[in-house]
């Protein structure tokens, strides 16, 4: 009798799930143990405070403007020697405040290349011959 239960007991150890404890982190608070969670989580939880409620949205607040203006659309596209994509990817880029080497190549040839200064808030209209 005590080998049959001693037996049954590790089966049910061998075939319960195993889990084990970790620090978890939350608000600067270190807890051991799993995690609680409580509370109602439906779609509707709490007030909605909406964009009518947040400050301006600034979405590149630091940056210009770099425009292609080609009918070109499959030529690549390398700023400072690195590949940006096509053009027709990239007809508006952003780029922050500073010297950059723009080259476009078409057929394995740099058709277009130039140094530009982008300046914060303004906008520069490339319009290469290709």
């Given at each position: 009798m005590r080998n049959g239960l001693l037996v049954l007991a590790v089966v049910?150890?061998?075939?319960?799930p195993m889990s084990a404890s970790a620090a978890v982190v939350r608000h600067g608070f270190v807890?051991?143990?799993?995690?609680i969670y409580g509370g109602w989580y439906?779609?509707?939880?709490?007030?909605?405070w909406g964009p009518a409620y947040m400050g301006p949205y600034y979405a590149y607040?630091?940056?210009?403007?770099?425009?292609l203006?080609?009918?070109?659309?499959?030529?690549l596209v390398f700023i400072d020697g690195s590949y940006a994509?096509?053009?027709?990817?990239?007809?508006?880029?952003?780029?922050?405040?500073?010297?950059?080497?723009?080259?476009?190549?078409e057929g394995g040839k740099t058709s277009f290349a130039e140094?530009?200064?982008?300046?914060?808030?303004?906008?520069?209209?490339?319009?290469?011959e290709l």
């Open positions: 049910a150890m061998a075939l319960a807890g051991m143990g799993p995690a439906g779609p509707y939880w709490g007030p909605y607040p630091n940056s210009g403007q770099v425009k203006d080609t009918k070109v659309k499959d030529a994509g096509t053009t027709h990817e990239n007809k508006t880029m952003r780029l922050r405040p500073g010297a950059y080497n723009i080259e476009i190549r140094k530009v200064y982008v300046v914060a808030g303004s906008t520069l209209h490339l319009r290469p």
